[in-house]
């Protein structure tokens, strides 16, 4: 059974040897994520050869994503490592400060005095201690603690409701971008964007750094859910991550959800890729077996048209990430064989100025009403592939393109499965024999089955979709 809903993992100890990565690849994985806020730059090459090496050997179209730390908006260290505070006593958090202590704690984020005034209230390690904030004088933030528990080094700091003036892309954002180029990424995950101009400058740096990947927008403050934000963001990206973690700290739990909805169709409104992440499968770290509560959200997520759900600790630190992998899986397309079909009330209100979407357009419609075994789209750069993966039709959509940047590009689109064609030549009638030549091969299509093709001519011509054919596979070949 073809899954529609991609799975990216994260990389890390726990995946990071030939073999279980190999297994991983085996059990679903389509999109691997490489977290730039830990190890070195050596280390990613290292990882991210490995999975070009273990796709060739698989044969799987495994992509790379590169994901930026952004600002580090954190507490500093502590003399003895950690601290434990109480409900109802002071606390200080001090640009000024080497060593933290019970009473005060050092800040890598030295701009936090000038961000917050009194009455705004912090939230710390993911929300689990909540400071108000009782005055600002010089570099001091003084605090009452309305939470306590246990602060150890170099954790988090939220302001609820959002308002932290930290910029999206650090000085070691911009190292890891050229980094991110020279491996050739095929995403780039930007952290705590708060408006396009962030994704504008990642991608004027990742042009200088010679990068082609497809930017990715991590959706993670307050300031960037609003709708005018949101779009503005989304017109400067390729794609967005629902981060739910420090999104939820910022606006609250409860707001998530229905939050994550809303960005999810707003993104396939505008065309752009969507990746659901945080705590999917977060049991699974320790676990074999996944929680009901988790199966529903990947299911949720699932039903919502995310593109891709992602695993974080559950691949790169847990116990279990081929177990997590084969999990999702099965959830993943257990919730697509529930999933209503409305293709026809899809298309109401919409205009195509487009040729090429026009006919990627009418690709969908006429696959959906004919029943066809599937939709074959030659593809130069991919868009006709997006394009036909924002609807659901329940028709699976092989992306067949000469290019590989443009194989792996798909990789994280929906109801899309890339493949490789090796005609380049100028000759319809040759290419449309190669296309059914590898749905053949590739057990996709056999004889006599129905398919609609989409093409482009001048042939080669990126964006030049401009017919659409329906062809019963062999007559072709035959020819």
Wanted: aromatic letters at 4%.
């Amino acid at each position: 059974m073809l899954r529609s809903t991609k799975i990216v993992a994260t990389l890390g100890p726990a995946s990071s040897e030939p073999e279980v990565l190999e297994r991983m690849v085996r059990a679903g994985v389509d999109v691997v994520r490489l977290n730039f806020s830990h190890g070195t730059a050596a280390d990613h090459l290292k990882r991210a050869e490995l999975v070009k090496d273990i796709g060739r050997k698989t044969g799987h179209t495994v992509a790379i994503m590169c994901d930026l730390q952004g600002p580090k908006i954190r507490v500093g260290k502590f003399k003895d490592g950690k601290v434990l505070l109480e409900k109802g006593q002071s606390f200080v958090l001090d640009a000024a400060c080497e060593l933290g202590d019970q009473g005060r704690a050092g800040l890598d984020y030295k701009e936090l005095p000038r961000d917050v005034d009194t009455g705004a209230v912090l939230l710390l390690d993911d929300g689990k201690i909540v400071l108000d904030v009782t005055a600002v004088r010089g570099d001091e933030v003084q605090t009452r603690v309305r939470h306590g528990g246990v602060l150890s080094d170099n954790k988090g700091i939220n302001r609820q409701g959002g308002g932290l003036t930290a910029a999206a892309l650090t000085p070691k954002d911009m190292e890891d971008i050229r980094t991110a180029a020279k491996i050739k990424a095929d995403y780039l995950a930007v952290s705590f964007p708060k408006s396009g101009a962030d994704m504008y400058m990642a991608r004027e740096l990742q042009r200088a750094a010679g990068g082609k990947a497809m930017l990715i927008a991590k959706i993670e403050r307050a300031e960037s859910v609003k709708q005018e934000a949101l779009l503005d963001i989304m017109g400067a990206c390729d794609g967005i991550m629902v981060a739910r973690g420090d999104l939820a700290v910022e606006v609250g739990d409860a707001a998530v959800p229905a939050m994550q909805k809303r960005m999810i169709r707003l993104a396939r409104e505008q065309n752009k890729l969507t990746i659901t992440a945080t705590q999917m499968m977060e049991s699974m770290i320790a676990s074999p077996v996944p929680t009901r509560a988790e199966v529903s959200d990947v299911a949720n997520a699932v039903l919502d048209g995310t593109d891709a759900v992602m695993l974080s600790a559950e691949s790169a630190s847990g116990k279990y990430p081929v177990e997590t992998i084969e999990a999702m899986d099965r959830i993943c397309v257990e919730a697509e064989q529930t999933q209503a079909i409305s293709l026809d009330q899809d298309f109401l209100n919409r205009v195509f100025k487009r040729v090429d979407q026009s006919i990627a357009m009418a690709g969908l419609f006429t696959a959906f009403h004919l029943k066809v075994k599937a939709i074959a789209t030659l593809t130069e750069s991919g868009s006709t592939a997006l394009w036909m993966s924002r609807l659901n039709c329940g028709v699976p959509i092989y992306a067949l393109t000469s290019q590989t940047q443009t194989r792996y590009r798909c990789a994280l689109l929906r109801d899309v499965y890339p493949l490789m064609v090796k005609y380049v030549g100028h000759d319809r009638e040759e290419l449309l024999r190669e296309a059914e030549n590898v749905l053949v091969e590739n057990g996709v299509v056999k004889e006599g089955d129905l398919i609609v093709i989409t093409i482009g001519e001048p042939i080669g011509k990126a964006g030049g979709t401009n017919t659409m054919k329906i062809v019963r596979v062999g007559d072709h070949r035959k020819g």
